[in-house]
């Protein structure tokens, strides 16, 4: 379904204090409340990755609480997002709310109330309130030329969803996956703050190519990706020669490399503020740099591996 296009048919209301939009697809709203504090609005929801409901209730909660962190704010308020089939029972539903709870206070915010509604399938997220100064936030517009791409977390995991669900990789192996997409970005998004980031945006349902194509259409540049320095999950790349999918591979899967992946973010910084970026915020490493190039270049194009391909065989280059 097209929904930018769908959107662009209905009539908004203009205001200028409203920074961030629907325009640009990003994480989150972004309102103007006064010269010093604007607010960051946004709410998501997923299905099940992971039959244990206590940590389906963590990832599904910072999931929801890493789209505020995007845009460099801090949460707030919370309110719960759950459809729920009655048939799981009463205990599942209160594990899944327990482990979104804990990763709201985890991440310092406060549970106001929520939605619960009967469904056929389980489904839990969050509607999150941040705060964020109007004068520094993270669009995903704000890339600049030869800026450099640092990724908090592996990207992969969204062909461990498909092996696990389909019984070719074991709960004790996806485990430590599951656990990774449990843990919040609020550290990473901190640090870029305090390092003057000009922009980020949560690599999830689109993978690390869908949102870099979302960050270079709204920023008007091409961003080139080193391939080999992408962080991936150990056993991501087999996992996709074996077959494994998700909703973006196939024919593309390199470049789809992290469809479904939840909560981790690709942060945009100046050269000058990377190279004074602490280490364990920037684990990563820088990935990729921007360029003035429209036509979102990540490689050299080689046959059925799509829009991202491999930038390798040369040493380290300067710059990232």
């Given at each position: 379904?097209?929904?930018q296009?769908?959107?662009s048919?209905l009539?908004?209301r203009?205001?200028?204090n409203l920074?961030?939009?629907?325009e640009t697809?990003?994480?989150a709203?972004?309102?103007?409340?006064s010269d010093d504090?604007?607010?960051?609005?946004?709410?998501?929801f997923?299905?099940?990755?992971?039959?244990d409901?206590?940590?389906?209730g963590q990832?599904?909660a910072?999931?929801?609480?890493?789209?505020?962190y995007a845009?460099g704010?801090?949460?707030?308020?919370v309110?719960?997002?759950?459809m729920?089939?009655?048939?799981?029972?009463?205990e599942v539903l209160?594990?899944?709310?327990r482990?979104g709870?804990d990763?709201t206070?985890?991440a310092?915010?406060?549970?106001?109330?929520?939605?619960?509604v009967?469904d056929?399938?389980?489904?839990y997220?969050?509607?999150?309130?941040?705060?964020?100064?109007?004068?520094?936030?993270?669009?995903?517009?704000?890339a600049?030329?030869?800026?450099?791409?640092i990724?908090t977390?592996?990207v992969?995991s969204?062909?461990?969803v498909?092996?696990?669900?389909?019984?070719?990789?074991?709960?004790?192996?996806?485990?430590?996956v599951?656990?990774?997409?449990?843990e919040?970005n609020?550290?990473?998004?901190?640090?870029?703050?305090?390092?003057?980031?000009?922009?980020a945006?949560?690599?999830?349902?689109?993978g690390?190519g869908?949102h870099?194509?979302g960050?270079a259409?709204?920023?008007?540049?091409?961003?080139?990706?080193f391939?080999d320095?992408?962080p991936?999950?150990?056993?991501?790349?087999?996992?996709i020669?074996?077959?494994g999918t998700?909703?973006l591979?196939?024919?593309?899967?390199r470049?789809?490399l992290?469809?479904?992946d939840?909560?981790?973010?690709l942060?945009?910084h100046?050269?000058e503020?990377?190279?004074?970026l602490?280490?364990e915020?920037?684990?990563?490493g820088?990935?990729?740099?921007?360029?003035?190039?429209?036509?979102?270049?990540l490689?050299?194009a080689?046959?059925?591996?799509g829009?991202?391909?491999?930038k390798k065989?040369?040493?380290?280059?300067?710059?990232?």
């Open positions: 379904m097209d929904l296009g769908l959107f048919k009539e908004l203009r205001d200028p920074l961030v939009g629907i697809n990003d994480d709203a972004v309102y103007r409340l504090t604007a607010l960051v609005v946004t709410a998501d997923i299905t099940p990755l992971i039959d409901p206590y940590l389906f990832i599904a910072a999931n929801s609480i890493s789209d505020v845009m704010g801090r949460p707030i308020t309110l719960n997002l759950c729920f089939p009655v048939k799981a029972g009463a209160a594990e899944v709310l482990g709870l990763k206070h985890e310092g915010a406060i549970l106001v109330g929520g939605h619960t009967k056929d399938e389980m489904k997220g969050l509607s999150v309130n941040g705060i964020v100064s109007p004068k520094h936030y993270t669009p995903n517009s704000g600049r030329q030869g800026d450099v791409f990724l977390k592996p992969g969204g062909v461990y498909w092996a696990h669900r389909n019984k070719t990789l074991s709960t004790e192996e996806f485990l430590p599951a656990r990774k997409l449990a919040l609020r550290v990473a998004c901190e640090t870029m703050m305090e390092f003057d980031a000009r922009g945006t949560d690599i999830t349902g689109f690390l869908g870099s194509l960050m259409k709204a920023s008007k540049l091409g961003i080139r990706f391939y320095r992408l991936k999950f150990p056993r991501a790349l087999e996992l020669e074996a077959g998700t909703g591979t196939g024919v593309r899967a470049a789809a992290g469809s479904a939840v909560g981790r973010s942060l945009r100046p050269e503020g990377r190279r004074r602490p280490q915020a920037a684990r990563a820088s990935v990729g740099r921007a360029d003035r190039r429209r036509s979102f270049p490689g050299q080689s046959p059925g591996s829009p991202i391909e491999k065989g040369r040493k380290r280059p300067s710059g990232p």
